[in-house]
């Protein structure tokens, strides 16, 4: 589908965006290993989202939903098998490489033979960075050169003791999920510090589980087949959704935006800091915790100065990327992304998805092996931009088509439903 967006006066209004992705997964994941029934309200409508839902309904997890609430019934660690048909279940995990990494672990925990598929994209994602670790401790997995589709053989696993080398929330969550089948203690280590949505859900479904900080990053240690407890949780906003919002509000002048309900994890909610130390006029208040802390924030149109994002920083902003460089480009001065080259194995290859998008909105952008560096501060123009199904993609072309003068076409907009449907609808109600 082709989207024609065209330049605005002003962003100004209050908006709340769905359910966080990554929250969602986990949420749904976790439930269905709980000793009972699961409420978890406020569920992301991303199709990504949906992935995980039918991958568990084929696993024979109850699921009903009503809206964007969830009932799940846990089948409890030892309930997650399927009787042995001969031919392994086929779960189809779409676009989503976190539904496609989370599954690895728990099949591969649970010991239940599936085959993993997925669209194009994540037919490209790598995949060893979760086969190596789970085979090294026991598990049988058939590969297409460390990509889908994957075939998960019955395997029997003993404790894990890994230390992630690829800064991935995805890894260490798909370790920590096959470590809760495990008899005995595992312990997964991360030495940069990624998402913690995982073990914040765990803590709060009061599961066999301790998280601590370990040099400059943290060790999780699991104490295997022990069901945690049903959640009852309200999933937050998703702010890797919210931040194109938020990056549009910053570089019109003279909007005001106020997101309401909007995920505020310290581990998530970087890009903030990041817009703040580039000048822009962005509150924040957290509300409430629960196992998530959310809130509101306040954003008016501000002038920004470009910034650096490298090193430890960068896996706390690492979908955020696409949207910061829409900003960069309305900063003076030179916006710099470096140690990010995990950006060329997202769905799309989002160094260079995002430096031809700049560039065909007339920006400056030079483009490197781990990043990019944007000069910003110069008009923009119109431009056609080619989704390439990245959702992320979609979003950034449209903010910056907000932004320039006339009218710009976005192809394959339709990608924006994977993580955000809501997405145009959300535009429309802000832009003036
Ligand atoms: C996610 C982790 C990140 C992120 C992805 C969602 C998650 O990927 O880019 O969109 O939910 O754990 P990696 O863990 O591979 O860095």
Same mark, same amino acid.
């Given at each position: &589908?082709?989207?024609?967006?065209?330049?605005?006066?002003?962003?100004?209004?209050?908006?709340?965006?769905?359910?966080?992705?990554?929250?969602?997964?986990?949420? +749904?994941? %976790?439930?269905? &290993?709980?000793?009972?029934?699961?409420?978890?309200?406020?569920?992301?409508?991303?199709?990504?989202?949906?992935?995980?839902?039918?991958?568990?309904? !084929?696993?024979?997890?109850? +699921?009903?939903?009503?809206?964007?609430?969830?009932?799940?019934?846990?089948?409890?660690?030892?309930?997650?098998?399927?009787?042995?048909?001969?031919?392994?279940?086929? %779960?189809?995990?779409?676009?989503?490489?976190?539904?496609?990494? %989370?599954?690895?672990?728990?099949?591969?925990?649970?010991?239940?033979?599936?085959?993993?598929?997925?669209?194009?994209? =994540?037919?490209?994602?790598?995949?060893?960075?979760?086969?190596?670790?789970?085979?090294?401790?026991?598990?049988?997995?058939?590969?297409?050169?460390?990509?889908?589709?994957?075939?998960?053989?019955?395997?029997? +696993?003993?404790? @894990?003791?890994?230390?992630?080398?690829?800064?991935?929330?995805?890894?260490?969550?798909?370790?920590?999920?096959?470590? &809760?089948?495990?008899?005995?203690?595992?312990?997964? #280590?991360?030495?940069?510090?990624?998402?913690?949505?995982?073990?914040?859900?765990?803590?709060?479904?009061?599961? *066999?589980?301790?998280?601590?900080?370990?040099?400059?990053? *943290?060790? @999780?240690?699991?104490?295997?087949?022990?069901?945690?407890?049903?959640?009852?949780?309200?999933?937050?906003?998703?702010?890797?959704? /919210?931040?194109?919002? @938020?990056?549009?509000?910053?570089?019109?002048?003279?909007?005001?935006?106020?997101? !309401?309900?909007?995920?505020?994890?310290?581990?998530?909610?970087?890009? =903030?800091?990041?817009?703040?130390? &580039?000048?822009?006029?962005?509150?924040?208040?957290?509300?409430?915790?629960?196992?998530?802390?959310?809130?509101?924030?306040?954003?008016?149109?501000?002038? +920004?100065?470009?910034?650096?994002?490298?090193?430890?920083?960068?896996?706390?902003?690492?979908?955020?990327?696409?949207?910061?460089?829409?900003?960069?480009?309305?900063?003076?001065?030179?916006?710099?992304?470096?140690? /990010?080259?995990? =950006?060329?194995?997202?769905?799309?290859?989002?160094?260079?998805?995002?430096?031809?998008?700049?560039?065909?909105?007339?920006?400056?952008? #030079?483009?490197?092996?781990?990043?990019?560096?944007?000069?910003?501060? *110069?008009? @923009?123009?119109? /431009?056609?931009?080619?989704?390439?199904?990245?959702?992320?993609?979609?979003?950034?072309?449209?903010?910056?088509?907000?932004?320039?003068?006339?009218?710009?076409?976005?192809?394959? /907009?339709?990608?924006?439903?994977?993580?955000?449907?809501?997405?145009?609808?959300?535009?429309?109600?802000?832009?003036?």
């Amino acid at each position: &589908m082709d989207r024609e967006v065209s330049g605005v006066r002003r962003v100004e209004g209050e908006i709340r965006v769905g359910g966080d992705k990554s929250i969602s997964h986990r949420a +749904l994941v %976790l439930s269905s &290993m709980a000793d009972g029934q699961s409420v978890v309200r406020g569920l992301s409508a991303a199709r990504d989202v949906a992935s995980t839902l039918q991958s568990l309904g !084929r696993l024979g997890v109850e +699921l009903e939903c009503g809206g964007t609430t969830v009932r799940v019934l846990g089948k409890g660690i030892a309930g997650l098998k399927l009787p042995d048909t001969g031919e392994p279940v086929v %779960l189809d995990c779409g676009n989503s490489g976190t539904t496609a990494r %989370l599954m690895t672990g728990l099949l591969a925990g649970a010991g239940v033979r599936a085959r993993l598929v997925g669209d194009r994209s =994540l037919l490209s994602r790598p995949m060893k960075r979760v086969i190596d670790p789970l085979c090294r401790f026991g598990a049988r997995i058939e590969h297409r050169e460390g990509r889908l589709p994957l075939v998960i053989q019955k395997g029997s +696993l003993q404790a @894990i003791r890994y230390t992630v080398p690829v800064p991935s929330a995805q890894v260490k969550t798909a370790l920590i999920l096959a470590s &809760m089948f495990v008899g005995g203690k595992s312990e997964i #280590e991360e030495t940069i510090i990624t998402r913690d949505h995982t073990e914040r859900l765990l803590a709060a479904m009061h599961a *066999a589980f301790r998280s601590e900080p370990h040099e400059n990053g *943290a060790r @999780i240690t699991v104490w295997g087949r022990k069901d945690p407890h049903p959640l009852d949780m309200e999933v937050p906003g998703d702010i890797s959704s /919210a931040v194109f919002f @938020i990056a549009l509000a910053l570089i019109v002048p003279g909007s005001r935006l106020v997101v !309401r309900n909007v995920g505020l994890n310290p581990t998530r909610a970087r890009i =903030l800091s990041v817009f703040k130390r &580039m000048g822009g006029e962005v509150d924040t208040n957290v509300e409430a915790g629960g196992p998530e802390p959310y809130g509101t924030v306040r954003v008016r149109g501000s002038s +920004l100065v470009g910034t650096e994002v490298s090193g430890r920083e960068i896996p706390l902003v690492i979908d955020e990327i696409p949207a910061l460089a829409c900003a960069a480009l309305f900063a003076s001065g030179e916006t710099v992304i470096r140690d /990010a080259r995990e =950006l060329r194995v997202k769905e799309s290859d989002r160094i260079e998805a995002v430096c031809d998008m700049v560039r065909r909105f007339g920006g400056e952008v #030079e483009e490197r092996e781990d990043g990019f560096t944007v000069r910003g501060g *110069a008009p @923009i123009n119109n /431009a056609l931009i080619e989704s390439g199904g990245d959702h992320r993609i979609a979003m950034a072309a449209s903010v910056l088509a907000c932004a320039a003068p006339g009218t710009s076409t976005i192809r394959g /907009a339709e990608c924006v439903s994977v993580s955000c449907p809501e997405f145009f609808d959300l535009l429309e109600h802000v832009v003036q």
